[in-house]
């Protein structure tokens, strides 16, 4: 298990993002007791969400941050921009997307204010596949200082690493995967056997991004991926024989939107 926080920059501002454009509301069933929100999309292999992510052999994917941002998106059209705690999340089937190719996705809410149930489906040959499912549940207003530090003690053994100043530091897990531009973020890494900590930014071509990206998938896969050396035995291999993934992500707590800079 790693515990990962996300710091953002100075130039953060509690600004709520515009609406996902990926994203069209097409249902909304309000109850006594539960609400049902859901909301449909269509995938391209030529946007940067699935282009920027693919497999060594250029398979196209939609990666498991993106997942997190559609539900962070699900919410915020539902009325719960946050602050919020999921729990539970987990990545049910791949979402491919072949080039010159769309695929259709949904995104479900089920609950109510205080708590949902969501789901992400993609089309299928076969109607509909289960790609992604979590929990959520409001969580109290918390101030940056009131968020438990992750314990990453320097120590005269850190292995630190600096890109240059328009440069980038490539992760382990281009061993097995492409990353496009928007995956581009590792800045410096600082690590030992305790911990690390880095710094990521998006280039300043693709800031913008965050305008409708809450919690943008190319800065949070990468804040959550670049210390895989930390996890027992991945550090002795030169070059990682398998590709390491996510089968889920037991908790995330989220209290605002990113920055370019985290």
């Not at 097409?26 to 292999?45: F, I, N, T, Y």
């Not at 880095?198 to 210390?227: E, K, M, N, V």
């Amino acid at each position: 298990h790693l515990r990962i926080r996300i710091l953002r920059g100075e130039e953060g501002q509690d600004l709520r993002p515009a609406p996902l454009q990926l994203l069209r509301r097409v249902h909304g069933e309000l109850g006594l007791v539960r609400r049902v929100h859901r909301l449909d999309g269509e995938l391209s292999a030529d946007h940067w969400l699935i282009d920027d992510h693919r497999l060594k052999n250029g398979d196209a994917l939609l990666p498991g941050t993106g997942y997190i941002e559609l539900i962070r998106a699900a919410l915020e059209e539902a009325g719960q921009p946050g602050p919020w705690r999921m729990t539970n999340l987990v990545f049910e089937q791949p979402l491919f997307v072949a080039d010159g190719a769309t695929r259709r996705f949904s995104v479900s809410l089920q609950g109510n204010a205080g708590h949902w149930q969501a789901e992400v489906r993609a089309a299928d040959e076969d109607g509909d596949v289960l790609c992604a499912r979590a929990a959520v549940a409001a969580a109290p207003a918390a101030r940056p200082e009131d968020v438990p530090p992750c314990t990453f003690e320097s120590s005269g053994d850190d292995r630190v690493e600096s890109a240059g100043a328009s440069g980038f530091l490539k992760t382990r897990q281009e061993d097995h995967l492409r990353f496009g531009p928007r995956w581009h973020v590792l800045r410096q890494i600082r690590m030992n056997p305790s911990g690390a900590s880095a710094r990521l930014s998006l280039a300043p071509d693709h800031a913008a991004d965050l305008q409708t990206f809450g919690l943008h998938p190319g800065l949070l896969d990468i804040a959550t991926g670049y210390a895989m050396d930390l996890i027992p035995g991945y550090a002795d291999h030169e070059v990682a024989e398998s590709l390491w993934v996510p089968l889920s992500y037991g908790r995330i707590d989220y209290y605002a939107p990113l920055t370019p800079e985290i």
